[in-house]
């Protein structure tokens, strides 16, 4: 008897073996097509509305994609990014909102963002919101770095040099909107220089204040100023309501006074007109137009007088008649 294997034992554990690797090549060539079609298959994607999808070949730009079903070659040959095209997003200087699950958000100051210096020399706490979008996924992607931090820098960059050429007073009052054109000028040029790929849709101003040690004392002087224009405002007004009330008041005093004259003097030389007139008549029949001036003027008035009529019959007394006026 042999310690070692003997040849019978030895050709059962080489056929073994060979039963053994025929099975796994069995397995093998079923497991490798499903492997080769699953690895096929992830090279689906789907772009949603509104989005854009990028396709990159080896780590390059190759092809970007609209909204829908899409297809790439697997990984690693392959690989693909979507980017939301449509959406509005929102950056924060100066600020930050936490959000808090079914109570309101709270607002956060950012010290070293927030305070600026103005064009007279004096501290401002300056917050400013900024609503954007991605207008250029190939370069938002490819060509900066970091676009959302790009454009928060960018923004401080931008309101710090508007807010340096600019008083305090005029920033805190109507000096508002001229920050927010000047910001969304600046700032959109050096977001398209830098090849961001952003384009800014609004720039909001929420607080220009003061520091807090002097903050009520600037208010005051706004409030002042404020109060200063409204009275300009009522005093305008007030003129603007005065003023022509009294002009057409004027303007109907002299039209009365224009008409009264042209009545008079129509009148008068109406007069003077019927007085020549009775002139040339009375030169060529003095006696006549005497006569008939006379009886006219008695006519004129008796028709104006009452006029008691007593016949002579009656006799002449008459006392017995008087007072006059009772008779009827």
Not at 180 to 192: H, I, K, N, P, Y
Not at 288 to 300: A, D, F, N, S
Not at 314 to 325: D, E, H, R, S, W
């Amino acid at each position: 008897m042999s310690n070692g294997y003997g040849s019978e034992d030895f050709g059962k554990e080489l056929k073994q073996m060979l039963e053994s690797a025929k099975g796994i090549l069995g397995l093998l060539k079923i497991a490798i097509p499903i492997v080769v079609v699953i690895w096929l298959l992830s090279g689906i994607y789907t772009v949603g509305p509104g989005e854009a999808g990028i396709v990159r070949r080896f780590g390059r730009f190759t092809a970007q994609t609209g909204p829908g079903l899409r297809y790439r070659l697997p990984r690693p040959i392959e690989s693909h990014n979507v980017v939301n095209i449509a959406g509005i997003r929102r950056a924060e200087v100066g600020f930050r909102t936490v959000e808090r699950p079914g109570r309101e958000p709270k607002i956060h100051r950012v010290l070293e963002e927030e305070m600026m210096l103005t064009g007279d020399r004096n501290i401002a706490g300056v917050q400013i919101l900024i609503q954007y979008q991605v207008v250029d996924p190939v370069k938002y992607l490819f060509r900066a770095r970091e676009p959302e931090i790009a454009l928060r820098v960018n923004t401080e960059v931008a309101l710090r040099s508007i807010i340096g050429n600019m008083d305090i007073d005029h920033a805190m009052t109507e000096g508002r909107p001229e920050i927010e054109a000047g910001v969304w000028s600046f700032l959109q040029r050096l977001l398209d220089d830098h090849q961001t790929g952003l384009h800014v849709v609004l720039v909001e101003l929420q607080v220009v204040d003061p520091p807090d040690e002097v903050k009520e004392s600037f208010h005051d002087v706004v409030r002042a100023k404020a109060d200063e224009e409204r009275l300009i405002r009522e005093a305008e007004g007030y003129a603007l309501d005065v003023v022509p009330r009294a002009r057409g008041k004027a303007s109907k005093i002299t039209q009365a006074a224009t008409a009264y004259r042209e009545e008079r003097v129509a009148l008068a030389e109406g007069d003077a007109a019927r007085f020549l007139q009775l002139l040339k008549e009375y030169q060529r029949a003095p006696g006549v137009t005497r006569e008939r001036l006379y009886l006219e003027t008695i006519e004129r008035v008796l028709t104006e007088s009452k006029k008691f009529i007593i016949d002579p019959e009656v006799g002449g007394n008459i006392l017995q008649f008087l007072p006059l006026t009772d008779i009827e």
